[in-house]
């Protein structure tokens, strides 16, 4: 199976800052990469496919780059909403896979 | 409104079986891709496996960790997927989640997205 992992584990930042979260796969995905927000209690949100894709009705701060096996998700100016935790998931091979979380809080 | 209620969860002794259900609707059901994903307490996601629509043979994949004991299945005439659950053990307590996953188009690609999540339904399984 493809292996994830996300760096960093978790961050502390503050409203307006800007917010990079790094995933990288044990092996190439091509642009088979996703990125979910999910907020405590919450069931998790799809915010960016295909790598770079934003999903409807998500804010533009939200931005996703990469290809083949290290991605990026950037929060431009990072909003009191945003904080939660941020997964990245491929689904290159048939077992669609998650990375461990990056959680953003406040600092 | 696209909407997914999963069931079946609660109580369950180590060595039982469980049947988790997932109902859609707002969407046509029957075009649908479903995933299961759950999340331990205080963990992160694990994907458990996915069924796809009959367009595409309706054919299931499995993570490791399910494979052998976890088996998904689909009624597109009830809008309903099942995720039968057996030889549980201790580490599948979790929230388990139903998933539309459906097939994005970019470029000349399709990529797969969970684009639309229940809200999980608990399974404990403890003596």
């Known amino acids: 199976d493809i292996q994830m992992t996300q760096s960093p584990s978790s961050l502390s930042a503050s409203v307006g800052d800007r917010v990079t979260v790094t995933c990288r796969t044990s092996?190439?995905?091509?642009?088979?990469l996703n990125w979910y927000q999910q907020k405590p209690g919450k069931a998790p949100n799809l915010l960016i496919y295909a790598a770079s894709n934003l999903q409807t009705g998500v804010p533009s701060r939200f931005s996703g780059s990469g290809f083949g096996t290290d991605f990026t998700l950037t929060i431009s100016s990072l909003q009191p909403e945003d904080f939660a935790t941020y997964y990245c998931q491929q689904t290159y091979s048939t077992v669609f896979t998650f990375g461990p979380g990056t959680k953003v809080d406040i600092k | 409104e696209v909407q997914l209620v999963e069931s079946g969860g609660g109580l369950v002794q180590p060595g039982r079986s469980l049947r988790l259900s997932c109902t859609g609707s707002g969407f046509t059901f029957s075009d649908s891709g479903l995933s299961w994903v759950r999340q331990a307490p205080g963990k992160g996601l694990e994907w458990v496996g996915f069924i796809r629509n009959k367009a595409y043979g309706g054919t299931t994949e499995y993570a490791a960790s399910a494979k052998g004991r976890f088996t998904i299945s689909r009624d597109d005439s009830e809008s309903i997927a099942y995720l039968q659950m057996n030889s549980l053990k201790t580490e599948d307590t979790a929230l388990y989640y139903c998933?539309?996953?459906?097939?994005?188009?970019?470029?000349?690609?399709?990529?797969?997205?969970?684009?639309?999540w229940g809200q999980g339904t608990l399974v404990t399984v403890s003596s």
């Open positions: 092996q190439t995905v091509s642009s088979y």
């Open positions: 998933i539309r996953t459906s097939l994005y188009n970019y470029g000349s690609r399709s990529y797969y997205t969970l684009d639309y």
